[in-house]
């Protein structure tokens, strides 16, 4: 089945950095486009980054030039690089795939940006 385990999260100070992981299983990795989403207390899931199969990435306007994600098909994993840290990044980070007209989610990741 499929299972997607992130790791990475943690309290930082503003301008600070974090790297986010999401171990994948269960599906042919490399075949599949994997996205990071977040959602921070009291409002909706929201898309932070994607990235295909051919390592062409999408970011939201909010993180454009903060984010980086990356894919390391050996590993099976994804990750998401989190630089100049702002409060309003403050949120649980969700990584996800879309596998045979199903979505499926991580447990998420806390991240809490905090002086």
Excluded: H
Aim: net charge positive.
């Amino acid at each position: 089945q499929v299972q997607l385990v992130e790791s990475g999260g943690g309290l930082v100070q503003p301008g600070g950095s974090l790297r986010l992981s999401c171990a994948a299983s269960g599906f042919t990795f490399s075949s599949y486009a994997m996205s990071w989403y977040r959602q921070a207390p009291g409002k909706e899931r929201e898309l932070v980054a994607s990235i295909t199969t051919t390592s062409i990435t999408n970011y939201a306007e909010s993180v454009k030039g903060r984010f980086t994600i990356s894919r390391a098909n050996a590993k099976n994993t994804v990750y998401l690089q989190l630089n100049s840290l702002k409060a309003e990044d403050t949120a649980v980070y969700y990584c996800s795939v879309r596998y045979w007209l199903s979505t499926y989610w991580g447990q998420g990741t806390q991240v809490t940006v905090s002086s």
